[in-house]
C-alpha cells in the first residue's frame, strides 16, 4: 500500500519535472525568438511632399539617437545658409514687383545694385553685402513681402536667419544645430541613416518629395517595416514650388491617397505626421480657412475643428482591415517635440513586428501600457 503510494508521488513528480523541462524550453524559444527579432533591422520609409518637413526629422533623429552633426556637415550647412540668405533674400526683392510693393526710396538703388549680386560666389568677407541686406531688411516694403512669402515659395525660416545676420555671416561662423535644422535644401536622392534604439538596429529613409524626386522611391519599397508620412498642415494655402497652378496640401493628399492604395503597402502600417503645427496654428488664428484648399469644408476658422477635418481627410484613405494607421502633430524645428514624437512610432514598429505581443504572453502586466492596437489618433504636439 505504502510502496504503490510512494511510486504515485514519484510518478507525479517527474511528470511535474517534464513539464518544468517543457515550460522552460518553451520560455527559451521565445527569447530566442525575440533575439532574433532584434536583430532584425526596423526600415522606418519618410515619404511625403517637398518641403513638409522629411529630413528635418532625420536631422532631428540625427541629434537625438546619433552623435549629432560632425564638422564636415556643419560647414556643408554653412555654405548653404549663406547661399539661402542671398537668395532668399532677392526672392523678396523680386517679388515686391509682383506684389505691387515699393521700396523706401533712399533704398531704391540699393536693392537695384543688391540683384546682381552672385548667390553662388557671394562673399561675406566685406561687411557690405551684410549692410545691405539688413537695410533692406528694415523696409516696410520687404517686410510685407516676407508676409507674403507663400506667394513668392521662400521659406518660412528665413526670417530667422535675416535676424541672425551678424553671427551667421562672421568669417568663422559654424552652424548650430538649430541653424541647421531652420535650413532647406531640397532632398535629391536617397539619404538613409542608421541607428540604434534601445539594442534595435534602425534604418530611416529620406527620400526627396518633389515631384521629380518621387520616381525614385520605388527602389526603396522592399522590406519596409513602416511608413512616415509627413503632411505639412500649414501648407494648405500654398500652392507646389514645381507647379503653382496646384495647391501643396491637395497635393499631398493625392500623392498619400496612391502610396496608400500601392500593392507593395497594402499591409504596410503607417504613421502620418502632421508637421508645421506651429505655422498652421498661426494661420488659423490669422482667420486663413481650410476652405483655401478644400470646397467641402464650411466649419469654423478654429484650430481644433480645422485639425480634425484634415486628419479625418488623410485616415479615411488608409485604413483597412490589415493595416493601422496613427496620427501625430509635431514641429519639426522643436527637438523637445520630436523626442516626444518619436517614441510612439517606436511602438508602433514594435508592434507592427510583434515583438511587445509575444513578450505579453510573457509577461502581460509590465508590457500593458505599451499595447494598444487602436491608438488611431494621438495628439503629440499640444
Ligand atoms: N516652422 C516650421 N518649419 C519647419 C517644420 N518642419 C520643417 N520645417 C522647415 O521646413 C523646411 C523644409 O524642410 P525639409 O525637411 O527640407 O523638407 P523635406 O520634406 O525634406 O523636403 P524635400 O527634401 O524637398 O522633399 C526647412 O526649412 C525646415 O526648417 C516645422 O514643424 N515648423
Ligand atoms: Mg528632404
Known amino acids: ?10 510518478k507525479q513528480k517527474e511528470l511535474e519535472r517534464l513539464k518544468s523541462i517543457e515550460r522552460n524550453r ?28 522629411k529630413s528635418t526629422f532625420v536631422k532631428q533623429i540625427q541629434i537625438v539617437y546619433k552623435s549629432g552633426f560632425d564638422l564636415a556637415f556643419k560647414n556643408l550647412f554653412k555654405t548653404a545658409i549663406q547661399m539661402n540668405l542671398v537668395l532668399h533674400t532677392k526672392i523678396l526683392v523680386m517679388g515686391m514687383e509682383k506684389l505691387d510693393l515699393e521700396f523706401e526710396t533712399e533704398n531704391e538703388s540699393l536693392a537695384k545694385d543688391f540683384l546682381e549680386v552672385e548667390e553662388t560666389i557671394c562673399k561675406f568677407g566685406s561687411d557690405e553685402l551684410k549692410e545691405t541686406i539688413k537695410t533692406l531688411w528694415q523696409d516696410p516694403g520687404l517686410k510685407k513681402a516676407f508676409e507674403n512669402r507663400s506667394i513668392l515659395q521662400v521659406p518660412d525660416t528665413h526670417s530667422y536667419y535675416l535676424d541672425n545676420i551678424d553671427r551667421i555671416t562672421k568669417r568663422k561662423y559654424v552652424p548650430t544645430d538649430q541653424d541647421i535644422l531652420y535650413c532647406r535644401i531640397p532632398t535629391t536622392g536617397v539619404k538613409v541613416v542608421d541607428f540604434y534604439v534601445n539594442d534595435v538596429p534602425w534604418k530611416i529613409v529620406d527620400v526627396g518629395g518633389q ?3 518621387r520616381r525614385k522611391w520605388i527602389h526603396q519599397f522592399d522590406d519596409v517595416t513602416m511608413i512616415l508620412y509627413v503632411v505639412a498642415m500649414s501648407e494648405y494655402d500654398q500652392d507646389l514650388y514645381e507647379d503653382e497652378t496646384v495647391n501643396r496640401m491637395r497635393e499631398s493628399l493625392e500623392l498619400f491617397k496612391s502610396t496608400s492604395k500601392n500593392e507593395y503597402f497594402e499591409k504596410t502600417d503607417c504613421s502620418i505626421l502632421f508637421n508645421k503645427y506651429d505655422i498652421f496654428q498661426e494661420k488659423i488664428l490669422k482667420g486663413i480657412s481650410l476652405k483655401k484648399c478644400f470646397d467641402d469644408f464650411d466649419g469654423e476658422v478654429d484650430v481644433e475643428v480645422s485639425k480634425d477635418f484634415i486628419t479625418k481627410k488623410f485616415s479615411s484613405f488608409a485604413e483597412n482591415e490589415h493595416r493601422k494607421v496613427y496620427n501625430y502633430f509635431s514641429c519639426g524645428i522643436d527637438t ?18 510583434g515583438i511587445l505581443f509575444e513578450l505579453f504572453f510573457l509577461d502581460s502586466l509590465f508590457f500593458v501600457p505599451y499595447i494598444n492596437p487602436i491608438m488611431v489618433f494621438q495628439n503629440s504636439y499640444i
Open 1 to 10: 500500500m505504502g510502496n504503490r503510494k510512494n511510486k504515485k508521488k514519484k
Open 26 to 53: 518553451r520560455i527559451e524559444e521565445s527569447i530566442q525568438k525575440e533575439s532574433e527579432k532584434y536583430e532584425q533591422e526596423v526600415k522606418l520609409l519618410i515619404l511625403g511632399t517637398g518641403e513638409s518637413g
Open 211 to 213: 515631384r521629380s524626386e
Open 336 to 353: 523637445e517635440n520630436i523626442k516626444s514624437v518619436f517614441p510612439h512610432i517606436q511602438d508602433n514598429a514594435a508592434i507592427h513586428l
